[in-house]
């Protein structure tokens, strides 16, 4: 059971380059997340899946689009990277939607956009 | 809307000495609050959360955190730190009733780093 996984774990890229993050779970939750994290402000959702095939705009989606094509995975890309995307990218499911529900994050990948 | 205020954004603290991480949060709606924890170079855990009942909740691994409503509060404390609780600790609240997904507010974090 290894839980939330990230592909790839580092990445550099130059600016307007594209890539794609890989999010994959093997817990049979519904519901996915992609955060990221700069310092001194916690993490801000970019998007969120509430089921296979659906997706949905978080608090700073902008330059980000997110496919959910299978239950277990979440693809975040990045069209044409920008500087001011360099951060920690976590990736994160839970069960149900619920505001109980404990959220699972994987171990995070780290862009520098140049 | 909600916000979440970390008063510390670092601790220093030295071994086997109690420590306490700050947390206030505003709501306009009944949250549930949570703390995580995010170790060197990995993801978030689930370190405690408050539901409901009993205002003082409790981890495994010795932390403690204290819902205070009239303070909107919820601080962390552990009576004696180890090495191995440097990492960052991070306050979120989720509204009771978030309109479809689990929205997890969380602040910016505190950096606890124990010394020998």
């Known amino acids: 059971n290894a839980g939330v996984t990230q592909t790839p774990k580092f990445r550099v890229l130059k600016t307007g380059q594209s890539m794609t993050l890989l999010c994959a779970q093997d817990?049979?939750?519904?519901?996915m997340y992609w955060y990221r994290q700069d310092p001194g402000m916690g993490l801000r959702l970019i998007h969120y899946s509430v089921g296979e095939g659906t997706t949905a705009k978080g608090e700073v989606p902008d330059g980000y689009n997110v496919s959910r094509l299978k239950k277990q995975n979440f693809l975040l890309g990045l069209e044409s990277a920008a500087p001011s995307q360099t951060s920690v990218y976590f990736c994160?499911?839970?069960?149900?939607?619920?505001?109980?529900?404990?959220?699972?994050f994987g171990p995070g990948t780290r862009l520098l956009v140049l | 809307a909600q916000s979440v205020t970390q008063l510390d954004s670092q601790v220093p603290v030295f071994e086997e000495a109690p420590v306490e991480l700050r947390c206030n949060y505003s709501s306009s709606v009944s949250v549930y609050l949570f703390w995580y924890v995010q170790y060197p170079n990995q993801g978030l855990q689930l370190l405690l959360k408050y539901l409901s009942g009993s205002t003082l909740v409790e981890s495994i691994n010795g932390f403690e955190a204290e819902f205070n409503k009239s303070q909107t509060s919820f601080h962390l404390r552990k009576p004696s730190v180890h090495i191995s609780d440097t990492a960052e600790y991070f306050c979120a609240v989720s509204p009771m009733f978030s309109g479809g997904y689990n929205k997890l507010i969380f602040g910016a974090g505190t950096r606890l780093a124990v010394h020998p």
């Open positions: 817990m049979n939750h519904e519901y």
């Open positions: 994160a499911s839970s069960y149900t939607g619920a505001g109980l529900e404990t959220q699972y």
